[in-house]
Nanobody, 133 residues
Framework: QVQLVESGGGSVQAGGSLRLSCAASGYTYSSLCMAWFRQAPGKEREGVATIYTGGGSAYYADSVKGRFTISRDNAKNTLYLQMNDLKPEDTAVYYC??????????????????????????WGQGTQVTVSS
C-alpha cells in the first residue's frame, strides 16, 4: 500500500513561487501514476497535474499550464510540484495522489486527462498553499 506525505506549502504573495514535495513509500515508486490535486474552501477538488513515475510526459490542467511543473525524483521516491507566478486563485489545500495500476500513456492520456480523484487510491494528508494579492 502506498503512503504519501506532502510538504512545502506556505504563504506567498502573488507572483511568487513555491515547491511542493510528496514522499512516497510502500510501493515500487517507478511504476506509479501520480498526480497533484487541490481543493479550495467551498469548491470541488480540482486536478492539477499528472505524471507517470516510469517516464514520459506530464498532463496539466489548463488553469496551471505554463506556470506549474510536475516532476519526480525516483532516487528519492519523491514527487514535486514547482509552482511559479502564483495567483490568489491558486490558494487551496494541495494533495498528492497515486494510482498503482495505470501505466505509461494510460496514466497521462487517460487518467491524466480525466483528472478524476476516484481513479486514485492513495492520498496524502494535504498541504496548505495561500497566495495573497
Amino acid at each position: 500500500q502506498v503512503q504519501l506525505v506532502e510538504s512545502g506549502g506556505g504563504s506567498v504573495q502573488a507572483g511568487g513561487s513555491l515547491r511542493l514535495s510528496c514522499a512516497a513509500s510502500g510501493y515500487t515508486y517507478s511504476s506509479l501514476c501520480m498526480a497533484w490535486f487541490r481543493q479550495a474552501p467551498g469548491k470541488e477538488r480540482e486536478g492539477v497535474a499528472t505524471i507517470y513515475t516510469g517516464g514520459g510526459s506530464a498532463y496539466y490542467a489548463d488553469s496551471v499550464k505554463g506556470r506549474f511543473t510536475i516532476s519526480r525524483d525516483n532516487a528519492k521516491n519523491t514527487l514535486y510540484l514547482q509552482m511559479n507566478d502564483l495567483k490568489p486563485e491558486d490558494t487551496a489545500v494541495y494533495y498528492c495522489a497515486a494510482n498503482t495500476r495505470a501505466r505509461d500513456w494510460i496514466c497521462t492520456v487517460v487518467v491524466g486527462t480525466r483528472m478524476n480523484g476516484n481513479d486514485f487510491g492513495a492520498w496524502g494528508q494535504g498541504t496548505q498553499v495561500t497566495v495573497s494579492s
